[in-house]
T-cell receptor, first 114, second 111 residues
Framework: ETGVTQTPRHLVMGMTNKKSLKCEQH?????MYWYKQSAKKPLELMFV???????ENNSVPSRFSPECPNSSHLFLHLHTLQPEDSALYLC?????????????FGSGTRLTVV | LAKTTQPISMDSYEGQEVNITCSHN???????ITWYQQFPSQGPRFIIQ?????VTNEVASLFIPADRKSSTLSLPRVSLSDTAVYYC????????????WGAGTKLIIKP
């Protein structure tokens, strides 16, 4: 399997639930990212991992907790979310410092908080 | 960080060539210009990237004038399946995570 794979594709959770989003890349990339895309809003960068180390956290609320156990896997742990957290959550990867290939995105997880 | 300005939406017809222009007046010396395509409920897909002059691949061409303050994505002979949102991004390829995503251009192709 190639590319960036995200699971699940769809998730409905209550505000008191705990769930996790998973991302896996088979491209040999060194950097992985979580993005949030709300309706009619631009993509918002949430977290960046470079060689498994978190290098960016764009003022994301603590109810979102990322985990990067190795350079191929990225998780986003969710707890006590709010309805406004409903969005498409996208994972991406890239070669850090490489020219010409940009990001490779997964298909996303459509999250609905009820 | 360089920001970009694109038209909010465009319409065209099957078989036509479509040109989408992006303005990036404060582009820095190390910045590259990258275009992505996004279909509903999917992640964006890399289309093309360039630094100056013209770049062509199997999907599109990218034209960049000498002052690099704008760029034009050219899609030859579009089809209905090219209906999507197209994003222009400007940033240093060594710092991909500093790219700023705008609202993009919603391209609608009609039969």
């Amino acid at each position: 399997e190639t590319g960036v794979t995200q699971t699940p594709r769809h998730l409905v959770m209550g505000m008191t639930n705990k769930k996790s989003l998973k991302c896996e890349q088979h491209l040999g990339h060194n950097a992985m990212y979580w993005y949030k895309q709300s309706a009619k809003k631009p993509l918002e960068l949430m977290f960046v991992y470079n060689f498994k180390e978190q290098t960016e956290n764009n003022s994301v609320p603590s109810r979102f907790s990322p985990e990067c156990p190795n350079s191929s896997h990225l998780f986003l742990h969710l707890h006590t979310l709010q309805p406004e957290d409903s969005a498409l959550y996208l994972c991406a990867s890239s070669h850090t410092g490489a020219e010409g290939d940009g990001y490779t995105f997964g298909s996303g997880t459509r999250l609905t908080v009820v | 960080l360089a920001k970009t300005t694109q038209p909010i939406s465009m319409d065209s017809y099957e078989g036509q060539e479509v040109n989408i222009t992006c303005s990036h007046n404060n582009i820095a010396t190390n910045d590259y210009i990258t275009w992505y395509q996004q279909f509903p409920s999917q992640g964006p897909r890399f289309i093309i990237q360039g630094y100056k002059t013209k770049v062509t691949n199997e999907v599109a061409s990218l034209f960049i004038p000498a002052d690099r303050k704008s760029s034009t994505l050219s899609l030859p002979r579009v089809s209905l399946s090219d209906t999507a949102v197209y994003y222009c991004l400007v940033g240093d390829v060594d710092s991909n995570y500093q790219l700023i995503w705008g609202a993009g251009t919603k391209l609608i192709i009609k039969p």
